[in-house]
């Protein structure tokens, strides 16, 4: 059974930094985040997968950063020069293996509020 676990949200002033920490019960082949904001879907925001790397959504370039602990399992999202806009209700993601059958987990979902 996946199990997620995510820390790190809370507001903040715009230009400020937030990290969060999602951890996880294993080390898995896709690992991420998604954000939403209520009356939208739910949007990529970073992604790292085992032997490709990273991914990111435009609106984050270069102020958000993807980053894995392989030791501890966890995945980080550091967030720098949040704006307003990055205000959202943002999920953890994993996918265990690479197989066409396999699902996605989430997490509960941590609270980011930017305000300006």
């Known amino acids: 059974q996946v199990q997620l676990v995510e820390s790190g949200g809370g507001l903040v002033q715009a230009g400020g930094s937030l990290r969060l920490s999602c951890a996880a019960s294993g080390n898995f082949y896709r690992m991420g985040w998604y954000r939403q904001t209520p009356g939208q879907q739910r949007e990529l925001v970073a992604m790292?997968?085992?032997?490709?790397?990273?991914a990111y959504a435009d609106s984050v370039k270069g102020r958000f950063t993807i980053s894995r602990n392989v030791a501890r399992n966890t995945v980080y999202l550091q967030m720098n020069s949040l704006k307003p806009e990055d205000t959202a209700v943002y999920y953890c993601?994993?996918?265990?293996?690479?197989?066409?059958?396999?699902?996605?987990?989430w997490g509960q979902g941590t609270q980011v509020t930017v305000s300006s």
């Open positions: 790292s997968i085992s032997g490709s790397g990273t």
């Open positions: 993601n994993v996918r265990p293996s690479s197989l066409t059958t396999e699902r996605d987990y």
